[in-house]
């Protein structure tokens, strides 16, 4: 079993940044694949970026060169700094836990509660 809590989530300008974290409970955190996703109002939940427990990365085209995905395992923690914001990228940003290394929402098992950016222009 592992919970999610994320954090860090804000109101910001157009062109800021924000550092997302995610804290996991469960002594087998470094064993998942991590993900984030969002959802912004009215569309469906779309993946973000994700981190293999070796610390391999995959993003989303749209967020490729502005988004970077980190884990500290000693933390339980992964990390999701945002920059170069656009107001296109106001969503609710959830953190997953997956045993396999997916885009699909549906491979993720376990899912945080969201954390809310929104990007004013």
């Known amino acids: 079993q592992v919970q999610l809590v994320e954090s860090g989530g804000g109101l910001v300008q157009a062109g800021g940044s924000l550092r997302l974290s995610c804290a996991a409970s469960?002594?087998?955190?470094?064993?998942?694949?991590m993900g984030w996703f969002r959802q912004a109002p009215g569309k469906e939940r779309e993946f973000v970026a994700r981190?293999?427990?070796?610390?391999?990365?995959y993003y989303a085209d749209s967020v490729k060169d502005r988004f970077t995905i980190s884990r500290d395992n000693a933390k339980n923690t992964v990390y999701l700094q945002i920059g170069s914001l656009k107001p296109e990228d106001t969503a609710i940003y959830y953190c997953a836990a997956s045993n396999i290394a997916t885009t699909s929402s549906s491979g993720y098992r376990y899912w945080g509660q969201g954390t809310q950016v929104t990007v004013s222009p």
């Open positions: 469960g002594r087998t955190f470094s064993s998942f694949a």
């Open positions: 981190i293999w427990s070796s610390g391999s990365t």
